[in-house]
């Protein structure tokens, strides 16, 4: 079966076959089966080359020593699973040096090195003669084209008939994707065009084999890197074969030795880069489905998410029914035990749902708190009501800490061509307005829902136009120092829309789900300055204002500079004006919103951080944070008076604001004992409705 070229009246083989077989048994078999195959190499040879018996147990061991060398340094290289798919990626280039290179050298040498002690006839001297450069190549291509290209071949083929179970795989995650349905035009194509030029190039036409040739490497090129790259492995052996074993009129061509030599090495490096390019292939497909299954992941908990529910929903042949489970305590576990100890409370939900629940149910988290169940419909109803009842006994931990959590569901049998996100915004809804324990079915308050995510648009809308259309009204509210010998004020925002003002906590809300926040800032920004360009006085000019910056706005890259132009477009100076932002604003999107900040310092404006204590690593943060002014969260001052653990958080805040150089402002003062007892603790400034309730703006307060 091996192909033969007469070369200057010698015969070489082009391609010794038997070298892809050998190493295709030594991989699928190991180590155990070389007794086997120098067995039947030995009588092989007996019968087919007439030799005597030195110099065919001579070529038997000249054959199979060196493959048993080239195979030890695998193993030594790649460990155990040295032979476990020839073809994977992983150690695809060892396997190309010890097999494909390394095998053919020693066999090569080992030849002639026999031949140096051993008298062969000279029908065969030329295998073992190394008197010639030419001839020592001609053998060495002859033994290294099989063993590159037509080695995975025998392996897959040998493997399959071995294994059933390898066959069944191979079946499903190479031929079946190969011709699968959104491949199936694409790979007809790319067979018939094969096929022709397979056709043309095994022509007695010279010019035709010439010109075909090419094309056929093109097209392999393409294959290798749109479809299959196993399947094009084994179709390329194939080709290869039928080329060099049946092109007589292009092979005639090449019998001089030189063209034969470049003609095998082109066969050779070619299926040496598609070796590579495949490999490369299957690592980017791997690493495709990685990156699909983090993004249907959520980064926190690491719990399935919104697009994992999606995706499971658009692949199940029933009709699940979704279920939303609302948390309605996990807010007040944020803001007083932090963002961590939410998330994990959400995973210890997470078990104890999946216990409850077993293992047909699906579980996923939801936007921000809440987390979405997949269940069959089967006493759908009847098994949400008992699950609440279960949770309700159950006390989740975390870090020793138990919470207890309210919950209320909502359902909805989700058919064919629903709308995932919508279903989930109308399951929020009404797990929202039906409260703790409570199930219901979305199908049977329709119309609630609709009513209240209309009530929604329509209050977007009121707001968006109350934005653009002149509906904002500037609030101060004051804040003075300790000894009451100066003060300054922080900028609040109140809209009017459709005759009614609106107070921060009725539209910030609907401003951050539409993300409208930078509009927002940046509107305020141009309606205060406005007015203070108006009314500012030179006996008011050393009064300063405290303006504050959404999360969202601070971490565009581009506010700091929008900021900076704003104050210029306006012609007024920064010294007078402070910038709030909060803790929150260094969790998200941290680089961005340290360089703004460090952008408006340079500019002159001072930086304050507000609502400090309110989740989150708060000293960590506040000590590779530069700022100028430290606002302490209401939450640790308004019990200050009767909680002494509150004092003492208190107390090391303002040490470590100290240690920074930096001045400190307690927020929530709603009592002269308040005001008396911060005053003790060493605050530099107070803000609450002891001091002055926010008003509109009036250039008067100084």
């Known amino acids: 079966m091996s ?33 086997a195959l120098l067995l039947g190499i030995l009588i092989s040879y007996i019968n087919e080359l007439h030799l005597n018996t030195i110099q065919t147990v001579g070529l038997s061991l000249s054959v199979t020593v060196p493959l048993l060398v080239s195979l030890f ?5 790649l460990g155990n699973r040295y032979r476990a798919n020839i073809t994977n990626r992983k150690g695809v280039l060892d396997r190309l040096l010890c097999l494909g290179l390394l ?14 002690f051993t008298k062969i006839n000279d029908d065969f001297q030329y295998y073992f003669s190394i008197k010639e450069i030419t001839l020592l190549l001609l053998n060495l291509q002859s033994l290294t084209l099989p063993a590159v290209v037509f080695t995975a071949f025998f392996y897959h083929i040998l493997r399959t ?12 995650n190479h031929i079946s994707t190969f011709f699968q349905n959104q491949n ?17 190039s095994t022509s007695q036409s010279v010019a035709m084999s010439g010109y075909g040739i090419p094309a056929i490497f093109l097209i392999f090129v393409y294959g290798f890197i749109s479809l299959d790259p196993t399947v094009i492995t084994c179709l390329w052996s194939i080709v290869v074969y039928l080329f060099i074993q049946h092109n007589s009129g292009f092979i005639k061509q090449l019998e001089q030795d030189q063209l034969f030599i470049c003609f095998s090495a082109l066969f050779i490096v070619f299926t040496i880069a598609n070796i590579w390019l495949s490999s490369m292939k299957i690592r980017l497909n791997k690493a495709i489905i990685r990156l699909s299954a983090m993004a249907r992941r959520d980064p926190l908990t690491h719990l399935p998410n919104l697009q994992a529910l999606a995706y499971d929903i658009k692949h199940t042949h029933a009709e699940p029914c979704l279920c939303y489970i609302r948390l309605f305590a996990i807010d007040k576990i944020e803001k007083h035990l932090g963002f961590t100890f939410k998330s994990t409370i959400k995973i210890a939900l997470y078990s ?51 919470v207890d959590i309210h919950y209320g569901i909502s359902w909805k049998k989700m058919s064919p061509g629903d709308d995932v996100y919508q279903t989930i915004c109308g399951l929020e809804y009404l797990a929202t307005i039906k409260r703790r324990n409570h199930v219901s079915a979305l199908h049977e308050h329709d119309k609630l829902v609709e009513k209240y995510t209309m009530l929604d648009i329509i209050k977007l809308n009121g707001i968006k136009q109350a934005i653009l259309g002149g509906g904002i009204i500037i609030y101060a509210q004051k804040i003075d120092s300790i000894d009451g010998s ?51 006085l030179s006996h008011t000019d050393s009064v300063r204002y405290s303006i504050n910056i959404m999360p969202e706005t601070l971490g565009d890259e581009k506010t700091a500079d929008k900021i900076i132009a704003t104050f210029q477009k306006f012609g007024v100076s920064s010294r007078n004006f402070i910038f709030e932002v909060t803790e929150e604003q260094l969790f998200f999107n941290k680089h961005v919103a340290l360089a703004n900040i460090k952008r408006l310092r340079n500019a002159g404006f001072t930086i304050a951080i507000d609502d400090f204590g309110k989740g989150y690593a708060n000293y960590e943060r506040l000590k590779m944070l530069d700022a100028d002014v430290i606002k302490i969260d209401g939450m640790f001052v308004k019990d200050i008076t009767h909680n002494h653990l509150d004092a003492v958080i208190v107390k090391s805040i303002i040490d470590i604001a100290r240690a920074k ?42």
């Open 661 to 702: 150089n930096m001045k400190v402002v307690a927020e929530f003062v709603e009592t002269k004992k308040h005001a008396l007892l911060l005053k003790n603790l060493g605050v530099d400034y107070l803000q609450g409705y002891y001091i002055g309730k926010p008003e509109p703006l009036k250039f008067s307060f100084g």
């Open 73 to 77: 340094i695998l193993k030594k290289r």
């Open 3 to 35: 192909p033969i070229i007469t070369i200057g009246g010698i015969p070489f083989y082009i391609a010794y076959l038997p070298i892809s077989l050998f190493i295709a048994i030594a991989c699928v078999f190991g180590f155990r089966i070389f007794p």
């Open 352 to 402: 104890q749902l999946k216990r409850l629940l077993g293992p047909e149910a699906k579980i996923y988290a939801a936007p921000n708190r809440d987390v979405l169940i997949l269940l069959p419909e089967e006493n759908i109803r009847a098994r949400l009501q008992r699950l609440i009842t279960d949770l309700n006994l159950v006390k989740l931990t975390s870090q020793d800490e138990k």
């Open 184 to 200: 199936r035009r694409q790979v007809t194509i790319w067979l018939i065009s094969l096929a022709i030029l397979i056709a043309a």
């Open 161 to 172: 008939v071995v294994s059933f179970n390898y066959a069944r795989k191979f079946y499903i």
């Open 486 to 536: 100066h003060c300054y004020y922080e900028v609040l925002c109140r809209l009017s829309c459709e005759g009614k003002v609106m107070a921060p906590h009725e539209f910030l809300p609907l401003i951050a789900e539409f993300d409208l926040c930078s509009l927002l800032d940046f509107r305020i920004l141009d309606c205060f300055l406005e007015q203070y360009c108006q009314h500012v």
């Open 103 to 116: 095998y053919p050298i020693l066999m090569q040498f080992s030849l002639y090195f026999w031949g140096m």
